[in-house]
């Protein structure tokens, strides 16, 4: 018999769909990915796997670890019947959120969506039936490679792809910063910074930004930016913690040293949805497309999307888990529609 729902993903979006997919006894099957770093690191459980403190998700006053709160969220989905995908079979092995996860779940390999039921491919080859689904596979963070820069961003080391996410921890705050990156979510990012940190470096690798006009004239006027052109970041200085940047001169060629307490990369995102194209509508970023952009409806009926995979602007765990909770209703609401229960 096919599923009557299959969620691709697991970050805030995916274990929200599933919790509430679970509790409408959808009995929601889960493909929560395996980690890889390509070279962005990418594991289950999204990007908050590289959130050390989460201090701006409701219900946890004190703040919370990235990868503690998205363990709450998956045992939360397993008590009421969520199943994984694992490579041992469909009884996720649910770890205790002090110690992370097993990392056995499978990706999806493929999907099939030219027909209902539509087809969910494993990895190992298994192919799946479901009357409907669920993508929320999230975008990841464009970094910059280097192999300091990943650890530090691993180890809650000073680096980070969020600085609404992460800007306001204590250990930024009067303290000099970077950003890295030349576009409007540059400038965004930086200005955000400022209200923290005693300067910010803004680091581009040419002599001009690409952002907008205004956005140009925000950042060239704000008295605590100060603009780094013709710069790239070749590598990431400290043990424990970020100590400093080693830059190149495009131009000259030539390299030093920039001492920063913070790195904060602001060089784009790129959705995790190259599975789906000529299966379902992708803008030109590749995100899915919302028939209706305040619901999770996309242009393959039964097919419904949330989180970042489908958010080219918020890109935060409250509206990603949001966007799940939509399309677990939509999704409920379609099967009851279809006679399904």
């Known amino acids: 018999m096919p599923e009557k729902v299959i969620i ?36 289950p459980g999204g990007q908050l796997m590289l959130t050390t403190e989460v201090e701006n998700f409701p219900g946890f006053p004190e703040g919370i670890s990235g990868p503690k709160m998205m363990s709450y969220f998956e045992r939360q989905a397993v008590r009421f019947g969520t199943r994984i995908v ?66 530090l961003a691993q180890t809650g080391g000073g680096v980070s792809a969020c600085a609404v996410c992460d800007g306001a921890l204590p250990i930024f705050r009067n303290k000099e910063l970077a950003v890295v990156g030349g576009g409007d979510s540059a400038v965004e990012e930086a200005t955000y910074l400022t209200k923290f940190a005693s300067k910010v470096y803004m680091i581009h690798r040419r002599d001009q930004l690409r952002a907008s006009r205004i956005m140009q004239q925000r950042a060239l006027s704000n008295p605590k930016i100060e603009m780094v052109w013709n710069s790239v970041v070749v590598d990431v200085l400290g043990d424990e913690r970020i100590s400093g940047l080693r830059l190149k001169d495009t131009v000259t060629g030539e390299e030093r040293d920039l001492p920063v307490s913070g790195l904060f990369l602001a060089i784009g995102h790129t959705p995790a949805t190259s599975f789906l194209k000529g299966q379902l509508e992708l803008d030109e970023k590749g995100y899915v497309k919302l028939r209706d952009p305040g619901r999770s409806f996309t242009s393959v009926e039964g097919v419904f999307a949330a989180g970042d995979c489908a958010d080219t602007i918020y890109r935060q765990a409250i509206t990603a888990a949001g966007m799940g909770c939509r399309a677990a209703i939509d999704c409920e609401r379609w099967l009851a529609d279809q006679g399904i229960h």
């Open 86 to 151: 694992t490579d041992e079979g469909l009884n996720p092995d649910v770890s205790n959120p002090d110690d992370g996860h097993s990392y056995k779940y499978q990706d999806c390999k493929s999907v099939d969506l030219s027909q209902r039921p539509f087809k969910v491919v494993g990895e190992d080859g298994k192919v799946f039936e479901t009357h409907s689904l669920i993508v929320a596979t999230g975008a990841t963070a464009n970094w910059l490679g280097l192999p300091n820069e990943m650890r």
């Open 8 to 43: 691709i993903g697991s970050g805030p979006a995916g274990w929200t769909a599933a919790i509430y997919a679970a509790r409408a006894n959808l009995q929601p099957l889960v493909f929560a990915g395996r980690p890889k770093q390509t070279p962005s690191i990418i594991l």
